[in-house]
């Protein structure tokens, strides 16, 4: 009997005695003993680990008997059950699954059609790979300055910023917490913009009764090893209400479309175009075993930000009364937020000094922080690139007094209670210590 098509690639060409799967190599109980020891790796000095690993070699190779090795590694049934179950979660038409968030922009980009000269409005302070691809083909990219409350896009800003050749708003909904959305989408509508979420600290962020990633015309999750929950340490997913998800097997690879093969061959390879022209698509696929991963990973989530949204709320308790720290804002009627990262501010005209001093005492204290997200216009790239970045850090002072004298952010999730404690004791200790 002829199985269905499920791929993208790897086509199944049906039962032969001589398959499509003799082409490559095949998963050996070997390597599955090497990634084994990757995961689990020998503790110092324990002499009982090669013995356990001898015996779950033999089972394995007993668990093998009965089972069987798995064929398919790319783009087949479980990265299609995780779209599905992606889809069920965010309550959204279209997602397909990716190497990273950063290639889940890329497709965006591409379907916005997004060309040299064209104009991106991207928020001050977030990560680098928000704007990797308009900086990598030339587009302008144009930063808008933050809310010193969020670190979110100001959309007052954008409103400002908006010429006739912006293209895109890319909002990024920092730590996990949902931007203005509402705001936002006013303008992109009023001059008919794509609004592409950077959603990568966001998958399970609601806003407005919506999940976050599905309000503007696409979303881009992402999976890395930091992120709430990972697909092995890579992985992205870009989502869509607009029909044009229908193209996004394609987009993920090379254009490839079995569904309507050239004659005397089994595929055709297509450009795609949604707003603006044709673009050729890259290869972005993840693997089945990352899907498998994220698939685990998925069943925890809720669980996850639950855990998160406690730490939050015991360190703003904590934090509320303390001259000289701003509490973030936490959830709400309107807004949850997947707690991704805390944001923790001090107002430095209540103490004697600034977050500079702040955070070289926690790192005394052995407190880590998470040193991510700069005002992009300080990163060389920019000015390599042509940006007058002095003049664009005039037109941001919310994110650059914010980077200079505010914010970092601190980690929420695996803690000890009594670690959790003993974070919320220094940090007070050291703010009491430095206040005026
Ligand atoms: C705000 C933000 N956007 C985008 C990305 C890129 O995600 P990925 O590594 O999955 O491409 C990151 C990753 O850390 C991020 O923090």
């Not at 308009?134 to 954008?158: F, R």
């Not at 290869?283 to 998160?308: F, G, P």
């Not at 303390?322 to 949850?336: A, M, N, R």
Request: charged fraction near 30%; aromatic fraction near 10%.
């Amino acid at each position: 009997m002829k199985k269905e098509r499920i791929s993208d690639f790897r086509y199944d060409t049906g039962p032969a005695r001589i398959a499509w799967s003799t082409v490559g190599e095949k998963v050996k109980i070997q390597d599955i003993m090497e990634i084994l020891k990757f995961l689990i790796p020998l503790k110092e000095k324990d002499k009982r680990y090669k013995m356990q690993l001898k015996k779950v070699e033999k089972e394995v190779k007993k668990l093998v008997e009965t089972g069987d090795l798995t064929g398919k590694l790319t783009l087949g049934t479980k990265v299609a059950q995780l779209e599905e179950e992606v889809k069920k979660f965010l309550r959204c038409k279209y997602a397909v699954f990716l190497t990273n968030a950063t290639a889940g922009f890329e497709i965006a980009y591409k379907f916005a059609g997004l060309k040299p000269g064209d104009e991106v409005i991207a928020p001050a302070i977030t990560f680098i790979a928000t704007i990797s691809y308009p900086l990598s083909i030339g587009a302008k990219v144009v930063l808008a300055d933050i809310d010193p409350q969020t670190l979110n896009m100001d959309p007052e800003d954008v409103a400002r910023k908006v010429t006739k050749k912006t293209k895109v708003i890319i909002p990024v909904h920092i730590g996990g917490y949902p931007c203005n959305m509402d705001a936002i989408m006013d303008i992109a509508r009023k001059f008919d913009i794509v609004v592409l979420e950077d959603a990568a600290h966001a998958f399970g962020s609601v806003y407005d009764g919506k999940m976050i990633g599905t309000i503007g015309h696409f979303g881009a999750f992402s999976f890395h090893e930091v992120k709430n929950i990972t697909s092995l340490g890579e992985g992205g997913i870009l989502v869509t209400n607009e029909e044009i998800g229908k193209d996004f097997s394609k987009a993920r690879f090379v254009g490839f479309n079995i569904a309507n093969p050239i004659p005397l061959w089994l595929y055709d390879v297509t450009a795609l175009k949604w707003r603006g022209d044709y673009f050729a698509p890259g290869n972005h696929s993840a693997t089945e075993i990352q899907a498998v991963a994220l698939l685990s990973q998925m069943k925890r989530v809720d669980k996850i930000i639950e855990k998160r949204r406690k730490a939050a709320e015991y360190l703003n308790e904590r934090f509320k009364n303390v001259k000289g720290i701003i509490t973030p804002p936490l959830d709400d009627k309107k807004i949850k937020s997947t707690h991704h990262l805390y944001l923790f501010q001090v107002d430095p005209d209540k103490l004697n000094g600034d977050i500079q001093v702040v955070k070289e005492k926690m790192g005394q204290k052995g407190i880590t922080q998470i040193p991510h997200f700069a005002p992009l216009y300080r990163f060389s790239i920019m000015k390599q690139l042509g940006y007058d970045t002095e003049r664009i850090k005039e037109t941001c002072p919310n994110a650059e007094e914010v980077f200079l004298h505010r914010f970092t952010h601190l980690p929420l999730y695996d803690f000890k209670k009594e670690d959790l404690k003993y974070m919320a004791d220094s940090i007070i200790e050291i703010i009491k210590g430095v206040q005026k």
